[in-house]
């Protein structure tokens, strides 16, 4: 089963910049929509962005709008999200997730994704 693999977490200064990518393991990311999310030890998985694969339309959170920007590559199987001005808020795990029935909605939920990465992490010191 060709499952999502995220790259690019790490640590890095309030203020700084990060570039993630999820690529397909064993196959293509043939899903719909690809989203982003993250997670904190005792919080829900909050949905970050999500990009169409089709026509790339993308949605953004609140908290990450004109700081994130969500981004396809096609030709090279790849979905990128570019972290810009980090705050200490936004450390996290990071997963990539794929959805094979569903574009993406105004609410990024969890519950429309069906394919999952393991995750990478992200700490902004602060």
């Known amino acids: 089963q060709v499952k999502p693999v995220e790259s690019g977490g790490g640590l890095v200064q309030s203020g700084g910049s990060l570039r993630l990518s999820c690529a397909a393991s064993g196959g293509t990311l043939d899903y719909h929509a690809v989203g982003w999310f993250r997670q904190v030890p005792g919080k829900e998985r909050e949905g970050v962005s999500c990009?169409?694969?089709?026509?790339?339309?993308?949605v953004y959170a609140d908290s990450v709008k004109g700081r994130f920007t969500i981004s396809r590559d096609n030709a090279k199987n790849m979905v990128h999200l570019q972290m810009s001005s980090l705050k200490a808020e936004d450390t996290a795990v990071y997963y990539c997730a794929g959805a094979t029935m569903l574009y993406c909605e105004d609410q990024i939920q969890a519950h429309d994704f069906d394919s999952w990465g393991q995750g990478t992490q992200v700490t902004v010191s602060s």
């Open positions: 990009i169409n694969r089709s026509d790339g339309v993308t």
